[in-house]
C-alpha cells in the first residue's frame, strides 16, 4: 500500500479545507481495501517513539497502542493496574513516529467499565491524544454475558468511533476466564457464543475484530462468516491478518515466548552483548577512543588556558 504516494496525489482533489495534507498514514479505507484483495494485513504493538519508529519503518499495516505493554514493558504483573494516565503517556509517544501505519489504541481495564458516560469520555480523550489515533480497541466478553461491554461498543459506533473489538482471550479479563486460556475450545456452547459474538460485533459496527487464542478452525470459520476483517494472534493464519507484541516478535525479552509466537531475532541476546563490550572497551581504556570519540580545543587556546590557571 503506497499511501504516502496516493494520498499526496490526491491532495489537488482534496474535499476539506486544510493548509497542509494531514492524512499521511493507511486509513480504515486502505486496510479495507487491502483486506478485500485477500493480501494478510500485519499488525505489531509498540511501546514508545523508538519502537514505533521501527514498526512504520517495516511498513506494518497496523500499529498497535496495546496494553500489554504494562506486562511487557512496564514490569506489571497483569494489564489490569495499568493506569490510564500512565498509558497516554505512551499513546503520546508511539504518535510522534512518522510513517504510514494506522494506529489503534486500546481502551485500558477501568476505562469504560464504570459506566457508559465514563467510557464514551475515556473513549473521546484516547482519540485526542493525537490526529493519528483512527480507532480505539474494546476487549469484549460472550454477548450473552458481557451485555454491558456490547451496548458500550454500540455507543461507541454509533457516535462515530471506531472499534476494533478483541475476543477470545481477554486478558483484562483474565479472573473471571480463570486465567490465561486458550478459548472456545472447551464446549459446544463456548464455540457457538464466541461465533455469535464475533457476528454481532459486526451487525453493532466493528469495523475489525481481532481474535486471541482460539482454535485455528475457530478462527477461520468466524473469518469467512464476516465481511469485516479479523486479526489474529494465537488464532492461525485463517485470520485475514496478524499481530504480535512487539517484545515477543523481536526477543527483547529473550526467547520465552509464547506458543504462537513467532521470533525473528533475539534482541536481548544483541542487547546484552553489546552491553558487555561497552563495559570491557570502558574497563580495558579502549572507549572513548583519542581522535574518534573526542573533541578537539585549539592548541594555542589551550596554552592559554594553562597559563591563565598557573597565574592564579
Ligand atoms: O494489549 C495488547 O497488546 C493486545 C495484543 C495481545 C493483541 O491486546
Known amino acids: 500500500m503506497n499511501i504516502m504516494k496516493r494520498?499526496?496525489?490526491?491532495?489537488?482533489?482534496?474535499?476539506?479545507?486544510?493548509?497542509?495534507?494531514?492524512?499521511?498514514?493507511?486509513?480504515?479505507?486502505?486496510?479495507?481495501?487491502?483486506?478485500?484483495?485477500?493480501?494478510?494485513?500485519?499488525?505489531?504493538?509498540?511501546?514508545?517513539?523508538?519502537?514505533?519508529?521501527?514498526?512504520?519503518?517495516?511498513?506494518?499495516?497496523?500499529?498497535?497502542?496495546?496494553?500489554?505493554l504494562a506486562m511487557t514493558s512496564l514490569g506489571y504483573d497483569s494489564t489490569i493496574t495499568l493506569s490510564l494516565n500512565e498509558f497516554k503517556y505512551h499513546v503520546a509517544s508511539v504518535c510522534r513516529a512518522e510513517g504510514s501505519s494506522m494506529v489503534v489504541v486500546d481502551m485500558p481495564f477501568g476505562t469504560f467499565e464504570s459506566g457508559i458516560s465514563d467510557g464514551l469520555k475515556n473513549a473521546i480523550d484516547i482519540m485526542k491524544l493525537h490526529s493519528k489515533v483512527t480507532s480505539v480497541k474494546v476487549e469484549v466478553g460472550s454477548y450473552t454475558k458481557d451485555k454491558y461491554t456490547m451496548k458500550f461498543i454500540e455507543e461507541l459506533c454509533s457516535r462515530g468511533i471506531p472499534v476494533m473489538a478483541h475476543i477470545g482471550l481477554t486478558p483484562q479479563k483474565v479472573h473471571s476466564l480463570g486465567g490465561y486460556k486458550v478459548q472456545g475450545n472447551k464446549s459446544l456452547s463456548q464455540m457457538q457464543e464466541l461465533y455469535e459474538t464475533a457476528m454481532h460485533l459486526q451487525k453493532i459496527g466493528c469495523w475489525s475484530i481481532l481474535i486471541e487464542c482460539v482454535p485455528h478452525k475457530m478462527a477461520q470459520f468466524i473469518t469467512s462468516k464476516l465481511s469485516v476483517p479479523t486479526i489474529g494472534i494465537g488464532a492461525g493464519n485463517g485470520t485475514s491478518g496478524q499481530v504480535l507484541v512487539i517484545s515477543d516478535l523481536l526477543g527483547m525479552q529473550g526467547d520465552s515466548v509464547p506458543k504462537f509466537v513467532k521470533q525473528t531475532v533475539n534482541m536481548s541476546d544483541i542487547a546484552t552483548q553489546g552491553l558487555k563490550e561497552y563495559i570491557a572497551n570502558v574497563e580495558d581504556g579502549t572507549f572513548p577512543e583519542r581522535g574518534t570519540h573526542t573533541f578537539k580545543v585549539k592548541e594555542e587556546l589551550w596554552n592559554e588556558f594553562l597559563s591563565s590557571i598557573n597565574e592564579k
Open 7 to 68: 494520498q499526496l496525489c490526491s491532495f489537488p482533489n482534496r474535499f476539506f479545507s486544510t493548509a497542509k495534507n494531514v492524512i499521511k498514514y493507511n486509513t480504515i479505507q486502505d486496510i479495507r481495501n487491502k483486506y478485500i484483495t485477500g493480501t494478510p494485513l500485519s499488525m505489531c504493538t509498540a511501546y514508545d517513539f523508538i519502537t514505533a519508529t521501527w514498526v512504520n519503518r517495516a511498513n506494518c499495516d497496523l500499529l498497535l497502542i496495546g496494553d500489554s
